[in-house]
């Protein structure tokens, strides 16, 4: 699968990596929490940024800690950044193809 971007020649090619942390929504979905999130984002000035938000790994046993699933959360969140993070490096090796 080519997952190539074809971006206006006048654009730069960078990838920003922001981290936001967030422990719920901020709208009226109170019962809610993102666990793990990910964007990219063109800005208006051309730039690719990448954003992570969720529960900071850290904090997942605590939030979650009379919970019984509460490891299965750590695992995914633990999995779900490995994977993140790996998928970052490769749409930067692929942008600086171009």
Avoid at 91 to 98: M, Q
């Amino acid at each position: 699968m080519d997952m190539r971007v074809q971006l206006p020649p006048q654009a730069p090619i960078t990838i920003k990596k922001k981290v936001v942390t967030m422990t719920k929504r901020g709208d009226s979905c109170d019962n809610e929490a993102i666990l793990v999130g990910f964007k990219v984002i063109l800005d208006r000035k051309g730039r690719l940024v990448t954003e992570i938000c969720g529960l900071p790994l850290e904090q997942v046993l605590n939030v979650f800690k009379k919970d019984p699933n509460k490891h299965m959360y750590y695992a995914l969140v633990r999995e779900s950044r490995t994977k993140i993070d790996k998928l970052i490096k490769h749409l930067e090796r692929e942008l600086g193809a171009f």
